[in-house]
């Protein structure tokens, strides 16, 4: 059995301002047969490309930052097993900083505006509040999203209608069902383009934490058509 792997990479490189416009270049690597696509980023890295720009943090599958796409398809970097051939390009639709790096300012500014604000508790409340364990597990399962933006590069409907996109989907899914929400996350769905979802379930195949961002935007149309508006 052969425990060694050549990997053909064409990696987009771009740096904004200073490049007329985005090239490919093209790297050979040889490695373990089980090598990852990060792995082969930063080989590329350390052997040939010294001003390569690519980010990752935990390599284990759980900070999101390493997504990429590798033949027209968003993945994990760390997670994602190598073929010999591959074309690795930064997300999309996001603005490029450099190379494999994609600006999150918007991302993360978006997440700060739904952040719960709940009110202080009345004096002698119970610390924290109260929650049903079943609540309790399936919110705090939601809110294990990596903030990747995989199921984001992936939609179809992002590329084509105005829709912020399944985690975002997702996030307001979430604050709606949380005790403490005090806004009205399905109407904030709604502006966000809840109704452009084609409902294809690309974003639930391709969700590395194994989330559902389809269902929460199946049950945010429900809420939406029933009028309700607080967690179900």
């Known amino acids: 059995m052969n425990d060694e792997m050549t990997v053909e990479a064409e990696i ?3 740096s904004p301002g200073e490049d007329a416009g985005p090239r490919y270049e093209r790297y050979v690597v040889t490695g373990a047969g089980n090598m990852r696509v990060l792995d082969v980023i930063r080989r590329i890295y350390a052997t040939s490309a010294g ?3 690519f ?11 390493c997504a990429v796409k590798v033949n ?7 997670q994602e097993r190598c073929v010999p051939r591959m074309r690795i390009e930064p997300l999309t639709p996001f603005p490029v900083i450099r190379d494999l790096v994609i600006d999150r300012t918007e991302i993360e500014e978006r997440y700060a505006r739904l ?16 929650m049903d364990p079943g609540l309790a597990e399936r919110i705090g399962h939601l809110d294990s999203c990596l903030a990747c933006m995989i199921c984001v590069s992936a939609c179809p409907a992002v590329a084509e209608r105005p829709f912020d996109g399944p985690a975002f989907m997702l996030k307001l899914g979430y604050m709606h069902k949380h005790p403490a929400n005090d806004q009205d996350r399905v109407d904030s769905a709604m502006e966000s383009g809840l109704l452009e979802c084609f409902g294809c379930d690309v974003c639930t195949q391709l969700c590395p934490a194994d989330l559902s961002p389809a269902q929460e935007i199946r049950e945010l149309r ?5 009028g309700a508006r607080s967690r179900s």
């Open 55 to 65: 980010q990752f943090a935990c390599r284990i599958g759980r900070c999101g930052t």
């Open 12 to 14: 987009r490189r771009y």
């Open 115 to 130: 952040a719960l604000t709940p009110a202080p508790p009345a004096a002698g409340a119970a610390q924290p509040l109260p």
């Open 51 to 53: 001003d390569l720009a």
């Open 222 to 226: 429900r809420d939406a058509v029933l």
């Open 72 to 78: 027209g398809v968003p993945v994990l970097a760390c």
